[in-house]
Each structure stands twice: as structure tokens, then as C-alpha cells.
């Protein structure tokens, strides 16, 4: 029986890979998915048994059956098959074991669809590359700089431009990946093998090999186990956010940037501007336009697991992954690079500096060469910078050289001076005849060393402020001199603070740029600022800035974090009185006048609900940046995006794109949380296209050439804000803000709702993630409230029960109040909606929350509430605002159906739901049987596998 891949038509396969529209390029996704659906099922039968394939098979054929109905109209229908689909499932799981495998065998189907889908995105990307001669796609670099070319600016001028961007995403351990890391690795496997499947005349055995292959990392992916046994460590995390380096990250920077030399030569051929062979630019002096940094080990806020010795360990586990590249990259550079002085000179400088390495490695006894080097002197210069990272040369080098086993040389003090030894050999190729052998071998480990310098990423330490104000009081005890009395002994929180400067100080000795910003949660005075400063000084961190490009130390910066609506009205004052302040001011001249801030996205939203949050931000956002430049401050502003739209999720490109007028310099940093590591960042491929669209989009954001190029200010997504927009704004955020206020925050029931209709209490037996659900330390307040709740899972309840109330509450109420109290409302909303990117961003967001939500699977999670009456009230009052919200997204995206226009995203829902629901179900039901007294590890289990089951379906956490 042939693979079931196998082509019968190759001209037919080719024109599915190729198609660039219509139905036919959806065509090779719908195979990976039946395919692998069928794989799934003869592993399923082999591994479980017949039984449990025929209840998923029931299960599944029932929830299609549903949702059909619920299409047709057919309401009751729809009721009677999910009532069907609740008594299977009862009968079903009527143990933990079968429970655990049924939820495992939905599971996994999500997590090969996943895999599918992801490499059709990867599919497409290279689909979209084929023809030269396409119209770049909106969201490319090189569609931004067609806009760009067509406003009339000239290739230097775009390459100015591009010299200001710079993106920093900032990897964060926050608890939404669910998957392990051994499971992470599988998933890598299974995605290489589809990859492979595209293959273009490959013979029927090859389809045969590779599709057994596929059936056996099914069949290990089985038989992992998918829940954790033990909560991860901080050092575990920290080895899963390293992980993606290895997996796509190193290799993508050279690609990247060649992307971005290709997109200049194609859409400006005719300028001069690089250096280059043949006409094609060179890569090596592009501007730097990425740079990377963590969390993942300083990230202590809440967290008692992030001491000072994780986050030195976070630190030398990072360098020592980026040495390893280099040396392994050097090596391969040895082995392919043998040019001969027989052949091609070497250039003074080289010669020099490889004369003063020999001598260096004479007068230390470890060389016996005692006049010159041999023909192989490129290689030579290889084998002293491999000495120089502190590696070992290839035999052949110290045979040639006459070193010694124990050879070294001075080690490398900054990255500069790893540059300079890099570009002395490039420029010395170069000049030499060379040039494509630099390109090709050196430019590649330029850019790295530019990119990642010695330390790979920076690493924040972030703390909350009424911890750092506890520790001031502390720590400033020994000031009372009315007696001989000695100070009560630190706590053990403050003592920790003090030791996380301490370990700081110690750190920037070795590494100064590995640690540069201090953000601090829960800011809301300049004082939260001073008082980091004064606790850096008593653990003796410099925290004044030096010249960063010769490596000198960058100091630490405190970066007040802006988190709740009241606390981002007040940013831009705070601001303005830190700045202003005689004693701050120093400080900003020492790092050269700038100045970092965060706006939180999460904590926001659970304050104020989407409308309020994300207009205050926007706002803050202008604001912060008018009340910089009065003070002469170049202002960089940290985006605290989550994962889902509930807290700050949504298309990247779209929303840097939406952020006000004249109010960003082109750099930008961004946290990536979580599952969106996977999604962005698992392969070269898909890591490209969203480091590219994070460019083009901050470039487009800092150029503006549709406004340029525009009419007038109104004209389709300039950017611009027009008075009317402005005022419709905040009467909507007054509208929504209120509302959400009276009926979510000051309504006593949600919390006790919360708790008992949504899995937030399992989010523990989960193990997601090192750090607490709630907070337990100084900045924790004395009852259990929700203002002790952290955003993740207060998203991840809503989200895992289907009720999705973050992403919308509070925006029908609104919608439908300006549309009913304004005569031409709802027209203008949909002006609006064509040419205002903020509220396009917001509404598209929020429709796509909408679509995920299902507030008939939501009613039987609300069946878990105790008390009856509170049930059905607030229940009532959460789909009466859905089912508003509905109505009023459709009415102002003139829409009949949610996600009319998005056909890819409504198509991948549609696909998931009949898979999402059974867990759903089943997630009730064990839940119903916990709540009931049942306890054993086998239920935990069961519970967490539908944790994992549903957010991969929804391809969201928290």
C-alpha cells in the first residue's frame, strides 16, 4: 500500500506547493491533517485498544454533529447532541486511567495539527518567495520599502531609516507552555519529517521510509509522558528558552539579514549604497536591527524560586551556549577555509596581529615556531581567536603552530575586541580576492558576534515595588539614633533583595552588558525609581552608563513598569517629575539621555477590561514620548505583551503598526511568553518571518509613507487620530471601563465564580511553570482577593473554560451605548474600523477571542458553582454581554458571521472545535468528581492532561 503521500499527479503536487491563491494551496495542509489523523488512529488502536479509539471516534462524530446543528440554527439540536456527548463522556471516563488516555488521545491530535498547520505557514512563506516579480505582501520588508520607494525615498534614506530600528523580544518564563521539553523535542522531529513529505520526486520508498518514520515518533510521542511529575525548576526554564537558539535562532540571523539585503537590491537596483560583488550587497554592514533578552532566571517578582545564584546561573548558562556556537561555528569556518599565502596575500594589519599572537604564545612557553607562521595563515588567525574564547584549535593547529596542550591566550575582554580580531580577517579576504569566501565564512559570524555579543542575551532582573520600598525600610533602620538599640535582623525577602544587588555587582565585573535594566513591577512614583537606585548603591552596582560599543559597562537602569489603569494615567507626570528632578539628572546624562519605560498589557486588562486597557496605553504610550522630548529624553518603550488577547495577544505587525504618530524612535522591546515561543520560534523558517515582520512593521511605524503618501489625515491607516476618533475613544473606555469596573472588579461574586467554574485551582497539579499562581511575598496584600491573582491565571481560567471574559467584557456595553446614544455612531465606528490601525487592532482581537469562546461548553463549567443563585447570575450577566459584544463586532466590521474575512483563522476553529469539546467535557466532568471529594494523583493527572489538550486546541494558555 503506498504512503499516504504519495503523489499519483507530480505536476498536480508541484502546482499545490506553488499555488499562491484559492482553494489548491489549502490542499496540502488538508492531507497532513487526514493523514496524520489516520496515523494518530492506528497508533491509538495499537497503544490503547479498540475501546478507547471508538469512544474518541463517538466523541468527535457527536461534536461535529453539534456544531452542525448549532450552524443550521438548529439550537435545540445543538443541545440535545452536547447533552449526547455529556452522558458518553460520563460513561467513558469513568476512571482516572481511561479518563487520562482519552483526554491524551484528543491531545495529541492537536498537537500533530499544530505541527501541520505550522509547516504550512512555512509552506507558504517560501511559496510567497518564488516569484520575483509578485507584489511583495503587506507585513514584508520589502513590501514596506516598495511604500517607502514609492513616497520618493532614496535607498540612503531608507537605510538611514533602518539604522534607527531596533527590536529586542525578550524571552519570559511566565507559566503558559504547558508542553515539556521532551515534548518539544518530539514535535521538532515530527515537524522535520512533514518538511521532508514536500520533498519534489522523491521515489515511493522515500514516502514509505518517511512516513514509517512519522508513525514511530507518533507512537514515542504516546508513550512520553505529557504531564510533568514535578513542577519545573528555574534552571529547567532557563534550558527551554536557551533551547530556541539551537533550534532556529543562530541560524536565523544570517538568513534574516540576507533577506534584508536581497529586499534593498530588489526594491532599490540601481543605487549604490553597499559594498558588493557582482551586485549583490553584502551583509556585513547592514545595520544591527535585532538584539535578544530574557527573564527566564531574573524574573523574581512573585517568584521565590529566582535568587541571585539563578540568576548567575541563568547568566553563565547562556554565555557558555553562545561560546559553544562560536567555537563549533569556528570550527567549521577551519575546515572549509584553507586559503594559502601561496595563493593570496594577507594584509599588513592581519600579518601583525597574527606576528603579536606568536609572540605572545613564544614568551608563555606554549609555541616553538621561533620566527614565522606557515602558508595556512587564515587558518592560524581561526586557531588564535579559538585560543582566545578559550577553546582548543584543531591537531592540526597545534601541530603546525608547535603549541602546547595547555596553549591560551589572553582572553577577550569585550566583544569589541572579538570584532575587531573578525573584521581584520574579513578585511584582509576582502582585499585579497577574496570577498566571496568573507561573505560567505566570516560575515555569518560578524553579524552573530554583533548580534549576541559575549553574553548571548541581556538578562533583566525585574522585582515589584513594595518589596523594594520594604527593604528600604529595612535596610534603613540603623538611621534611628534616639537609642544604642541595634536594628531587628533582615528578613529573609530582604535579604534577597540586598544579595540580588550584591550578585549583580559581581556579575557586571565579569560580563558588564549582560545585565542592563531593572524593571520594577507595580510602579507608580518616581520614588519606586530613586529607591532602586538607592538599593544599587548599597549593593555597590556602577549604575551610571559607559560607551556600550567599546564594551564598557551600560550601568543599570531602573524601567518603571506601568501596570494598572490608574498607574498609566499617571505615568507620563511620574515621568515628568523623575526626569525633571536635579538628582535623576546626572543619571540620564551618564546614559547618554535615555530612558526606558514599560506599560504592562496584562494587568491592565484585568483592571480595566480591553477597551479601557488598550486605550490607555495608547495614550500613555503618546504622552510618555511628548513629555520625553520636553525633557530632552529619547525614550524607549517596553511592550509587556502576553500571549492571548486577554493580555495584549494579537498579529505582532499589527500592533506596533497602531502605536501613535510621532511617538516611537524605531527601537522597541517586546516580551514573547510562553506558548508563543513555539509558535514563533521553533524553526528557522517561521522565526525569520516574525523577526522580518517585527522589522517591516517598526519601520513602517517610524516612516509612515501611507500617511506621507496620503491626502489627508483620514485616509485609509495612515496612523493618524482624528479629533472625533479621539473623543469616540474615550467615551468608549469611560463606557467600557465603568461597566466592567461595576460588574467584574467591585462584584464580589466573579471571584467566587471564578474559582469554582474555571480549573484555576488545578493550574498548580499543572506544573507549568517555577512561579506561584498567586502572589506570596511583600507585595502580596493580607486576603485572598483577585487583586492577589496574578493575569495568567486569571486568563487561563477563563480561557481553559471557554468563557474567554477578559478578551471582551465590557466592549458590546460600549459599542452598543455610543452606537444608541450617537446618531451617526455606528458610522463612524466603521470609519473607524477602515482607517484607524488602534481600533481595527482592537476589534479584529477581540472578534477572534469571540470565536474561541462557546458559552454552551461555558454553562456546564458554570454548573460547578455551588451556589445556585450566584451561579446563574453572573453567568447571565457574562453571556448577556457575549452575546452583545457579538452582535456589536458584527455590526461594525459589517460582517455576518464572525470571521467572514479571515477564512484561514475561521477554517483552523472550525477544524478544532469538534476535537476541543470532547475535552471540555471531559475536563467538567473530572473536575465535578474532585469538587465532589474523589482525590488520587491518577485525577490530578487526568485534569492536567485536559489542561494541556485544551490550550493546545485553542493554541492558548494564559
Not at 513542577?231 to 539579514?257: H, K
Not at 539563578?310 to 559553544?324: H, N, P
Not at 555579543?453 to 525585574?462: A, V
Not at 486605550?615 to 524607549?636: S, Y
Amino acid at each position: 500500500m503506498p504512503s499516504l503521500w504519495t503523489p499519483t499527479d507530480w505536476p498536480a503536487r508541484l502546482a499545490e506547493l506553488e499555488a499562491r491563491s484559492g482553494d489548491e494551496k489549502q490542499t496540502p495542509l488538508r492531507r497532513d491533517i487526514r493523514s496524520l489523523g489516520t496515523l494518530l488512529g492506528q497508533v491509538l488502536r495499537e497503544q490503547a485498544g479498540d475501546a478507547l479509539f471508538d469512544a474518541v471516534e463517538s466523541l468527535r462524530r457527536i461534536a461535529i454533529a453539534r456544531r452542525e446543528a448549532e450552524a443550521t440554527g438548529d439550537e435545540a439540536a445543538g443541545l440535545r447532541h452536547l447533552n449526547e456527548a455529556q452522558a458518553l463522556t460520563h460513561e467513558t471516563a469513568a476512571d482516572p486511567t481511561t479518563a487520562y488516555r482519552l483526554a491524551r488521545a484528543f491531545a495529541s491530535y492537536f498537537e500533530l495539527i499544530n505541527l501541520a498547520e505550522t509547516n504550512h505557514r512555512k509552506r507558504r512563506r517560501r511559496a510567497s518567495l518564488l516569484d520575483a516579480e509578485a507584489t511583495p505582501q503587506r507585513g514584508s520588508l520589502r513590501g514596506t520599502l516598495r511604500r517607502l520607494r514609492a513616497t520618493g525615498i532614496t535607498r540612503d534614506e531608507a537605510l538611514r531609516l533602518l539604522g534607527h530600528i531596533c527590536i529586542t523580544p525578550i524571552f519570559t518564563a511566565h507559566p503558559t507552555e504547558v508542553a515539556r521539553r521532551s515534548v518539544m523535542f518530539k514535535r521538532r522531529r515530527i515537524s522535520d519529517l512533514l518538511e521532508r513529505l514536500d520533498g519534489i520526486l522523491l521515489p515511493p520508498s522515500e514516502f514509505d521510509a518517511l512516513e514509517n518514520e512519522l508513525l514511530a515518533e507518533i507512537t514515542a510521542l504516546w508513550q512520553t509522558d505529557d504531564v510533568r511529575s514535578a513542577r519545573p525548576t528555574v534552571r529547567d526554564e532557563v534550558r527551554m528558552g536557551l533551547d530556541y537558539y539551537d533550534a532556529s535562532i543562530f541560524s536565523t540571523i544570517p538568513v534574516l539579514y540576507k533577506e534584508i539585503a536581497n529586499a534593498f537590491a530588489a526594491e532599490f537596483p540601481s543605487e549604490a549604497g553597499f559594498p558588493s560583488d557582482e551586485g549583490q550587497p553584502s551583509i556585513a554592514e547592514l545595520p544591527l536591527v535585532v538584539s535578544f533578552g530574557s527573564w527566564i532566571g531574573g524574573d523574581r517578582d512573585g517568584n521565590p524560586f529566582v535568587t541571585a545564584q539563578t540568576t548567575c546561573d541563568s547568566l553563565a548558562m547562556s554565555r557558555q551556549l553562545l561560546l559553544d556556537r562560536y567555537l563549533t561555528q569556528l570550527q567549521d569556518v577551519f575546515e572549509q577555509l584553507a586559503s594559502s599565502t601561496n595563493q593570496a596575500p594577507i594584509s599588513v594589519a592581519l600579518q601583525a596581529r597574527l606576528d603579536k599572537y606568536l609572540q605572545e604564545l613564544r614568551a608563555a612557553g606554549h609555541a616553538t615556531i621561533q620566527d614565522h607562521i606557515s602558508y595556512e595563515a587564515v587558518r592560524h588567525m581561526i586557531a588564535c581567536i579559538t585560543l582566545r574564547l578559550g577553546g582548543s584549535p584543531p591537531a592540526t593547529m597545534h601541530r603546525n603552530l608547535g603549541l602546547t596542550g595547555d596553549a591560551t591566550l589572553q582572553p577577550y575582554r569585550s566583544a569589541a575586541e572579538l570584532l575587531d580580531d573578525l573584521s581584520l580577517l574579513r578585511d584582509s579576504l576582502a582585499a585579497n580576492r577574496g570577498l566571496r569566501l568573507a561573505q560567505l565564512f566570516i560575515d555569518p559570524l560578524l553579524l552573530e558576534v554583533r548580534t549576541f555579543g559575549l553574553h548571548l542575551q541581556t538578562l533583566d532582573i525585574r522585582q515589584h515595588a513594595r518589596v523594594h520600598e520594604v527593604a528600604v525600610d529595612e535596610l534603613s533602620a540603623w538611621h534611628n539614633t534616639a537609642s544604642l538599640q541595634l536594628p531587628a535582623p533582615l528578613s529573609p525577602q530582604t535579604a534577597e533583595v540586598l544579595a540580588t544587588f550584591q550578585g549583580v555587582a559581581e556579575v557586571k565585573q565579569r560580563a558588564p552588558q549582560a545585565i542592563a535594566q531593572y524593571v520594577i513591577s507595580g510602579a507608580s512614583t518616581a520614588q519606586d525609581v530613586l529607591r532602586v537606585l538607592w538599593l544599587a548603591r548599597l549593593g555597590n552596582v556602577h549604575v551610571e552608563g559607559g560607551d556600550v560599543e567599546q564594551g564598557r559597562d551600560p550601568g543599570l537602569q531602573p524601567v518603571p513598569l506601568f501596570e494598572s489603569i490608574e498607574d498609566l494615567r499617571n505615568a507620563p507626570d511620574v515621568c515628568r517629575e523623575l526626569w525633571s528632578s536635579e538628582a535623576f539628572k546626572p543619571l540620564l546624562a551618564a546614559w547618554n539621555g535615555r530612558q526606558e519605560v514599560m506599560l504592562g498589557y496584562s494587568d491592565s486588562n484585568k483592571d480595566g477590561g480591553m477597551i479601557a486597557s488598550t486605550w490607555e496605553i495608547w495614550k500613555a504610550h503618546r504622552a510618555l514620548h511628548e513629555v520625553a522630548r520636553e525633557c530632552g529624553v529619547t525614550l524607549r518603550l517596553f511592550h509587556g505583551r502576553g500571549g492571548t488577547v486577554g493580555r495584549g495577544g494579537g498579529p505582532t505587525h499589527r500592533a506596533i503598526y497602531a502605536q501613535p504618530l510621532d511617538s516611537f524612535t524605531g527601537e522597541l522591546r517586546i516580551t514573547e511568553q510562553g506558548e508563543v515561543l513555539n509558535w514563533k520560534y521553533s524553526d528557522v523558517v517561521l522565526a525569520e518571518r516574525n523577526l522580518e515582520l517585527m522589522i517591516a512593521a517598526s519601520l513602517d511605524a517610524l516612516a509612515r509613507p501611507d500617511l506621507h503618501a496620503a491626502k489627508d489625515e483620514s485616509a485609509h491607516l495612515t496612523g493618524a487620530i482624528l479629533p472625533e476618533w479621539e473623543a469616540a475613544l474615550d467615551e468608549l473606555s469611560a463606557t467600557s471601563f465603568a461597566f466592567y469596573k461595576q460588574h467584574i472588579i467591585d462584584n464580589p461574586e466573579i471571584f467566587t465564580y471564578f474559582e469554582q467554574a474555571t480549573p484555576v485551582a488545578e493550574l498548580e497539579h499543572a506544573r507549568i511553570g517555577s512561579r506561584p499562581a498567586k502572589r506570596t511575598d511583600g507585595s502580596a496584600s493580607k486576603q485572598r482577593s483577585m487583586a492577589d491573582l496574578r493575569a495568567i491565571p486569571w486568563v487561563f481560567g477563563w480561557m481553559q473554560s471557554r468563557h474567554v471574559v477578559p478578551a471582551y467584557f465590557g466592549v458590546g456595553y460600549a459599542l452598543e451605548a455610543f452606537i444608541s446614544e450617537n446618531p451617526k455612531g455606528l458610522e463612524l465606528l466603521r470609519g473607524m474600523m477602515r482607517s484607524f490601525p488602534l481600533f481595527l487592532d482592537m476589534i479584529r482581537n477581540v472578534e477572534m477571542a469571540l470565536a474561541k469562546a462557546d458559552f454552551g461548553i461555558a454553562k456546564l463549567y458554570a454548573s460547578l458553582v455551588e451556589d445556585a443563585a450566584l451561579r446563574d447570575r453572573v453567568f447571565a450577566t457574562l453571556e448577556s454581554e457575549f452575546d452583545r459584544t457579538r452582535r456589536m463586532v458584527l455590526a461594525v466590521t459589517s460582517q455576518t458571521e464572525l470571521l467572514e474575512r479571515d477564512t484561514v483563522l475561521s477554517n483552523s476553529i472550525r477544524l478544532r472545535n469538534p476535537y476541543v469539546d470532547p475535552m471540555s467535557l471531559l475536563q467538567v466532568e473530572l473536575l465535578r468528581r474532585k469538587r465532589g471529594g474523589e482525590s488520587s494523583e491518577e485525577l490530578d493527572r487526568a485534569i492536567t492532561a485536559t489542561i494541556n489538550g485544551i490550550s493546545a486546541g485553542l493554541r492558548n494558555t494564559g
